[in-house]
């Protein structure tokens, strides 16, 4: 028995008339006659009474009918459920981000977007320095990675969505937070100890803050490490030291802390948007347009 003979036989039962079941499925009348009678040979059942005036549906047929039915309508939403999957309507997604990106409106507009194109689709967001999104990516642990600028093997692509100015963070009374709003040279903290991240953490930031305090002329001090940015702005207002972030941190509301643009060429931070270069999973894929086209929009406006 296959799926034809079921069509088949619903048509006929529908119609209850071999010619007109026949023009529905735009077969000829004769093979459709042979098909359902080797579906009854098969089954061993007399699914249909026929005489010259008229066919009719047995008492076998009448309940064969709801279950060949059902069948049909099992294999079509499978079908369409197969589809949607490949389209990426389905299933699940893992997103791996660096601390800052939600700070920037890149990434809720992008999420927003997402979901409420794809609401069927899992979106897992997994938190995470740039250095454990690369690995993970690597690991196949998450498909698409939001991260700051950091070493990537070449099995790994990434684009870079936008840029973030650097800046200073400071205790508002400290001598450096009331100067100009035009920013400071972070030459200009030179003596100061610095409240960032371990390089063991795995963030692109501390290689850029050695390379612009290199090109600055001094070696920064890092008084106290944090694994967390917020922390560090907090480790800021208590008088622990200064430290330096991406702009976008200027959104969270820190009593006692003021952030001071710095005026340091290649003093930004990029946003990358990162995946494997095999990559073939259908949301990863559409989340990447997602984000692309968000960024496009966001640039135009």
Known sequence: MELRHLRYFVAVAEELHFG????RLNISQPPLSQQIQALEQAMDVRLFERTNRRVALTEAGRLFL???RAILQRVEGAVQLAQRAQRGELGE???GFTASAPFTSIMPRSILAFRQARPDVHLSLLEMSSGA???ALLDRQIQVGVLRPFALPDS???IELFRDPLVAVLRADHPLASGSEEGLSLSALAEEPFVFFPRSYGTGLFDQLNELARQAGFIPRIAQEANEAMTIIGLV???MGVSMLPESFRRTRVDGVVYRTLLDPG???AIWLARRRDERVPQALAF????TRQVAALRAE
């Open 20 to 23: 007109r079941a026949a023009e």
């Open 66 to 68: 709801d279950e060949a």
């Open 93 to 95: 997604l893992k997103v």
């Open 133 to 135: 999104v690369v690995q």
């Open 156 to 158: 790994i692509e990434a």
């Open 237 to 239: 207002a208590a008088g």
């Open 267 to 269: 003093a930004t931070s």
């Open 288 to 291: 990447v347009e997602m984000m």
